[in-house]
T-cell receptor, first 113, second 113 residues
Framework: GDSVTQMEGPVTLSEEAFLTINCTYTATGYPSLFWYVQYPGEGLQLLLKATKADDKGSNKGFEATYRKETTSFHLEKGSVQVSDSAVYFCALSLQTGANNLFFGTGTRLTVIP | DSGVTQTPKHLITATGQRVTLRCSPRSGDLSVYWYQQSLDQGLQFLIQYYNGEERAKGNILERFSAQQFPDLHSELNLSSLELGDSALYFC????????????FGNGTRLTVT
């Protein structure tokens, strides 16, 4: 079935370190891919998205490229800040007329000063 | 602030009871989604409504039901509650049912004792 496999956490980095959170997917058809972020005590917020192969989504210094050949959508940031500490979710949408998202298990990131 | 309002924020109840969770979507959004976030299952899609009609169904138990009212707010009813129903329940909304980003509320934390 359709699913998202996400890098296990938690991840702890020092401020200004490079971040990669791996995400791979399995889907029939051509899904849209998303990264959502959940800050403590809040709901999920859309971080970035890509709707077709080779698209790059970017926002707030985060980037992810839709790689059809490797069925991946890895999240990267060149220099993390303490304020980036949150749980990050990779997700896909099948674009079948319904917008329901399939989420990965989430990766908790903690950035220490 | 996503503009999606969920009430109550916390709910504690006993096994066998019934509860109703309420969601007001962002102004202008016609589609509402319900998700369950638990430690062992992660984020699971339950059900989607668009303009009062059911649009898509996910892993929603028969003990659970939902509806979207003419004013577009939605309610999720959970009955015959079990300990395993303890989770964070998120509502999300979007402008259209198939392509626009989802905006999440802050969730209702349900504890079944």
């Amino acid at each position: 079935g359709d699913s998202v496999t996400q890098m296990e956490g938690p991840v702890t980095l020092s401020e200004e370190a490079f971040l990669t959170i791996n995400c791979t997917y399995t889907a029939t058809g051509y899904p849209s891919l998303f990264w959502y972020v959940q800050y403590p005590g809040e709901g999920l917020q859309l971080l970035l998205k890509a709707t077709k192969a080779d698209d790059k989504g970017s926002n707030k210094g985060f980037e992810a490229t839709y790689r059809k050949e490797t069925t991946s959508f890895h999240l990267e940031k060149g220099s993390v800040q303490v304020s980036d500490s949150a749980v990050y979710f990779c997700a896909l949408s099948l674009q079948t007329g319904a917008n329901n998202l399939f989420f990965g298990t989430g990766t908790r990131l903690t950035v220490i000063p | 602030d996503s503009g999606v309002t969920q009430t109550p924020k916390h709910l504690i109840t006993a096994t066998g009871q019934r509860v109703t969770l309420r969601c007001s979507p962002r102004s202008g959004d016609l589609s509402v989604y319900w998700y369950q976030q638990s430690l062992d299952q992660g984020l699971q899609f339950l059900i989607q409504y668009y303009n009062g009609e059911e649009r898509a169904k996910g892993n929603i138990l028969e003990r659970f039901s939902a509806q979207q009212f003419p004013d577009l707010h939605s309610e999720l009813n959970l009955s015959s509650l079990e300990l395993g129903d303890s989770a964070l329940y998120f509502c999300a909304s979007s402008v259209d049912p198939s392509n626009s980003p989802l905006h999440f509320g802050n969730g209702t934390r349900l504890t079944v004792t």
